[in-house]
């Protein structure tokens, strides 16, 4: 299975900063999401990021405040932008592997974002 | 009302017990279930899948799925205090090429006490 690392594991931001944060993947893979976990609420799905492509969003979530960059096959970044305190929350990305027959989703450890 | 839904817990288990976790759906498209499990500070991890109805057995561990009632199981045997993390559900129409768009429950934390 993909070994998915993150970084920051986590952070502390201020009202109206903005976060990058790094998914890095150690075998080359097509499909990498983006969720984010609220305390009390399910996983939530941010965005899908194919390499070569613009990345797609999910209802209610926008580029211009989520954009996500996907320069090749085992990286992505996601970047909350002019953060408020609603956008504390842990931040994951996720990798398909089709190995097996069955395309698996496969969790990094995530970023536990603050916002003051 | 949500897409699905997961009792939150927490459970609290003496080590030993059976421990059953359950969530309950509303979209009869779904049709792949898995379950994954998240220690804290970890991001979740596959602890396994089925499709459409009917049991599906990995050691200690036995998910079922009842399409008829929109609701899937997660049994534990003999539990273990390892066995403490939170467990999510999860569920998607059709496992496709890829992109496969996961639907997840709130989880249901989960201590097995010594």
């Known amino acids: 299975s993909a070994v998915i690392s993150q970084k920051p594991s986590r952070d502390i931001c201020q009202r109206g900063t903005s976060l990058t944060i790094q998914c890095q993947v150690d075998s080359q893979v097509t499909m990498m999401f983006w969720y984010r976990q609220q305390p009390g609420q399910s996983l939530t799905l941010i965005a899908t990021?194919?390499?070569?492509?613009?990345?797609?969003?999910e209802s209610g979530f926008v580029i211009d405040k989520f954009p996500i960059s996907r320069p090749n096959l085992t990286f992505s970044t996601l970047t909350v932008s002019n953060m408020s305190p609603e956008d504390s929350s842990i931040y994951l990305c996720?990798?398909?592997?089709?190995?097996?027959?069955?395309?698996?989703?496969?969790f990094g450890p995530g970023t536990r974002l603050t916002v003051l | 009302q949500k897409e699905v839904e997961q009792d939150p817990g927490p459970l609290s288990v003496p080590e030993g017990a059976i421990v059953s976790l359950n969530c309950t759906y509303s979209n009869s498209a779904f049709q792949y279930f898995m379950w994954y499990r998240q220690y804290s500070r970890k991001g979740p991890e596959l602890l396994m899948y089925?499709?459409?109805?009917g049991n599906k057995e990995d050691g200690r561990f036995t998910a079922q799925v009842d399409k008829s009632s929109k609701y899937i199981s997660l049994f534990i045997r003999d539990s273990q205090p390892s066995d403490s993390a939170t467990y999510l559900c999860?569920?998607?129409?059709?496992?496709?090429?890829?992109?496969?768009?996961?639907?997840f429950g709130t989880g249901t934390q989960l201590k097995v006490e010594l």
């Open positions: 996720s990798v398909e592997d089709g190995q097996g027959g069955v395309n698996e989703q496969f």
């Open positions: 089925t499709y459409s109805s």
């Open positions: 990021a194919n390499q070569g492509s613009e990345a797609t969003y």
């Open positions: 999860a569920m998607i129409p059709i496992l496709t090429g890829g992109g496969n768009k996961l639907t």
